[in-house]
């Protein structure tokens, strides 16, 4: 599995990088609202995170037009800002219709607010290089997230696509995490991706039992080399 973060915040991005295992990243219109983000700095600020992590790491940028034109438009100029853009587009009729021409055009998307096996598949026909299912957003109104999601991983991997085959074909984001538990389920199913908010990814790195050992061995440590 490969972990993404899911963040618009630079500093947040910075140090999830420097542990060395971070493979991209995803922002929506709210997560870039949530930094207080401006519309005038929306381009330069996708351009900042690019460099930050680098050009083999994507980073989904999200695309706001409703119609296909304005979706075709708006990608082709965010993808021209760094090669390792990916345009993010949310299911319906207009986005797999601006999915299809941007994939021809070698323009990766990542097609979002995946809720059902039917959508994912559509964006997958039509070219999608990532899928994104939602998760946590199932748990909030009482269904189970994860088995959602282990529909459309299984759906999803019982076909090809012929798209995107030299990067290795169709990737899905299990998205809308909210635990740690969450990333353990998607990797178990194996989900390709998990794309995991800040706080969640620095829960993922500890344990109770890890922080219990740690204390333990300094605490022999000091018998050890008789310090105080
Ligand atoms: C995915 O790319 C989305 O940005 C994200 O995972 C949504 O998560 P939320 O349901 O916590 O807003």
């Known amino acids: 599995m490969k972990f993404f973060i899911d963040t618009a915040d630079l500093s ?3 140090e999830i990088a420097s542990w060395g295992c971070l493979a991209g990243v995803t922002t929506n ?7 207080g983000g401006k519309l005038a700095d929306f381009e330069d600020h996708m351009v900042k995170i690019c460099k930050l992590v680098g050009d083999d790491v994507p980073v989904s940028a999200e695309s706001t037009a409703t119609t296909t034109e304005g979706m075709i438009e708006e ?3 965010l993808a021209a800002l760094a090669p390792n853009i990916v345009v993010k587009l949310p299911i319906c009729p207009e986005a797999l219709a601006a999915t299809r021409v941007l994939a021809e055009e070698g323009i990766r998307v990542n097609m979002t607010l995946i809720f059902s096996v039917p959508q994912a598949l559509l964006a997958a026909r039509a070219g999608a290089r990532y899928i994104s299912p ?6 909030d109104i009482g269904e189970d997230g994860i088995d959602q999601l282990d ?4 759906a999803v991997y019982n076909y090809d696509y012929g798209w995107w085959e030299d990067e290795g074909g169709v990737e899905i984001i299990s998205a809308s995490l909210r635990t740690a538990q969450h990333v353990t389920q998607a990797a178990l199913m194996g989900a390709d991706i998990a794309t995991i908010p800040y706080a969640t990814l ?7 039992l890890t922080v219990n050992g740690l204390a333990a061995f300094e605490a022999d440590w000091k018998k050890v080399t008789g310090a105080e």
């Open 12 to 14: 947040e991005i910075e």
């Open 29 to 35: 219109p709210s997560l870039y609202a949530k930094i």
């Open 75 to 77: 990608g082709r100029r």
């Open 134 to 139: 939602f998760v946590g957003r199932f748990d």
């Open 151 to 154: 529909s459309v991983v299984s």
């Open 202 to 208: 620095k829960k993922c790195v500890t344990h109770p």
